[in-house]
């Protein structure tokens, strides 16, 4: 799992992850924090789709938009 979810870590170098356990569908929970502590959010990943690059992009991009970063 670990290489599945580097690519997607590595797009946010100032951000904390927490990844929660798989879900029976292939779901990955993750819990992003800003570098401040402040702001949190969650989402689901796509197990299936972590090798893709622009599927990583596209999440990573969501995530710094939401914690304002």
């Given at each position: ?6 690519q997607?870590?590595?797009q ?6 927490l ?5 029976p569908d292939g779901?990955?929970?993750?819990q992003?924090c ?7 959010v969650?989402?689901?990943?796509d ?6 690059s622009?599927?990583c992009?596209?999440?990573?991009q969501?995530v710094?938009r939401s914690l304002g970063?």
């Amino acid at each position: 799992m670990l290489a599945l979810t580097q690519q997607f870590v590595s797009q946010l170098p100032n951000v904390s992850c927490l990844f929660g356990p798989l879900t029976p569908d292939g779901g990955l929970p993750a819990q992003l924090c800003s570098p401040s502590g402040q702001r949190r959010v969650t989402l689901m990943l796509d197990t299936a789709r972590l090798r893709d690059s622009n599927y990583c992009a596209v999440q990573a991009q969501q995530v710094r938009r939401s914690l304002g970063s």
